[in-house]
Nanobody, 112 residues
Framework: QVQLVESGGGLVQAGGSLRLSCSAS????????MGWYRQAPGKQRELVAE???????NYADSVKGRFTISRNNTKNTVYLQMNSLKPGDTAVYYC??????WGQGTQVTVSS
């Protein structure tokens, strides 16, 4: 079993920044991919960014150049640095570990 705890969400004005963190505990293998997804009201959950154990990254087109995903395998933590936030980034953000485990989500609200 793996437990994921996200933090760092909140309310920010357009153009601002937030940093999300996701700490994993339990049966952790650093070889697993980790990622951030988001779900806005009335929309499907979508990939925001993902990172492999080796540090290779993949981003949704909508966040390229604004968001940066990183991980610390020693701390079993993945981060999402979000800059130049837009109202369209408003959503619940979820951390994912491997293909199976999800965090509880953290709300990000960007006001115009």
């Amino acid at each position: 079993q793996v437990q994921l705890v996200e933090s760092g969400g909140g309310l920010v004005q357009a153009g601002g920044s937030l940093r999300l963190s996701c700490s994993a505990s339990g049966s952790i293998f650093s070889t697993k991919n980790m990622g951030w997804y988001r779900q806005a009201p009335g929309k499907q959950r979508e990939l925001v960014a993902e990172i492999t154990s080796g540090g290779s990254t993949n981003y949704a087109d909508s966040v390229k150049g604004r968001f940066t995903i990183s991980r610390n395998n020693t701390k079993n933590t993945v981060y999402l640095q979000m800059n130049s936030l837009k109202p369209g980034d408003t959503a619940v953000y979820y951390c994912r570990y491997g293909l199976t485990y999800w965090g509880q989500g953290t709300q990000v609200t960007v006001s115009s």
